[in-house]
């Protein structure tokens, strides 16, 4: 249990660098709360609560009560946002649902079988990157450069090297694609706090992938120990903000969903 715990610590950690870097402005998220104040009934009702005051009177001269607006909950389960409408937030999802479900993979499952899993998401990966530079809302776009290129990057570096191995291997592009299609599958029905996730693979890619994974872990560090993934310098606040508001995940793909705190 205590191996547990320190794991998704170290995930948080991870998760926090990679995807909610934000840069010494102190940029304020919609869904902060000041940590003296902090209850699990005041973050709940921060992140799922939207409260718009509005200055009226009705027809009698009386004020009108604020009105209060609710947002639907961000699910529990799967990926929040992966099946969205909006691609811009699909991709988001996928990227973040990704690097949230592959950092928790190498913390608790063996270097071998982590592998396998990032090996095989790197299409999924680098195309969920590419659509979010597509889509990105122009509320964002002088954001572009952190949260497309800045941020990402080390990890689309990995993916790179990983569709690399596969090649080498001897799959070709439509199986790289594949494979990637069967990891959104996956994160979306284990989920991404899934403890033992894995993935259908057919018979014929089951040896190409396993020879990428081993020399995977033969060529770089785990995702949770790889220094090159802290991107903490990068200020992807706005973004965050814009997601925060308009996105299913609400945010929480950001890293804020695996954090606990420490004791219990």
Not at 46 to 60: G, K, M, P, Q, W
Not at 94 to 113: C, D, E, F, H, R
Not at 133 to 152: F, H, W, Y
């Amino acid at each position: 249990m205590e191996r547990e715990r320190a794991a998704r610590r170290s995930v948080a950690v991870v998760a926090i660098s990679l995807l909610a870097a934000c840069s010494a402005s102190d940029t304020t998220s919609p869904a902060s709360v000041a940590p003296s104040e902090a209850t699990p009934d005041s973050i709940d009702e921060e992140l799922f609560t939207e409260r718009e005051s509005v200055t009226a009177i009705d027809d009698s001269g009386e004020p009108v009560e604020p009105v209060t607006e609710s947002v639907p909950p961000v699910p529990e389960t799967g990926v929040p946002g992966i099946d969205s409408e909006d691609a811009f937030c699909r991709a988001w999802s996928t990227y973040a649902g990704s690097v949230q479900a592959l950092s928790l993979a190498w913390a608790l499952q063996s270097p071998q079988a982590a592998a396998t899993l990032e090996v095989a998401a790197t299409d999924a990966v680098t195309d969920a990157v590419a659509t979010m530079g597509a889509e990105l809302p122009s509320d964002i776009e002088s954001n572009r450069q952190a949260l497309t290129v800045d941020v990402p990057g080390p990890f689309l570096r990995r993916a790179e090297r990983a569709r690399a191995l596969l090649v080498d291997a001897g799959l070709d592009d439509d199986q790289i694609e594949e494979l990637g299609e069967r990891w959104v599958d996956a994160i979306t029905e284990q989920g991404i706090d899934s403890e033992s996730l894995a993935i259908e693979v057919p018979a014929e890619e089951r040896g190409p992938l396993e020879e990428a994974a081993q020399l995977l872990v033969a060529e770089l560090p785990p995702i949770i120990e790889d220094p090159t993934l802290d991107t903490t310098a990068f200020d992807i606040g706005p973004s965050l903000e814009y997601i925060f508001e308009n996105c299913p995940d609400r945010g929480t793909l950001a890293g804020n969903d695996v954090i606990e705190s420490g004791g219990a």
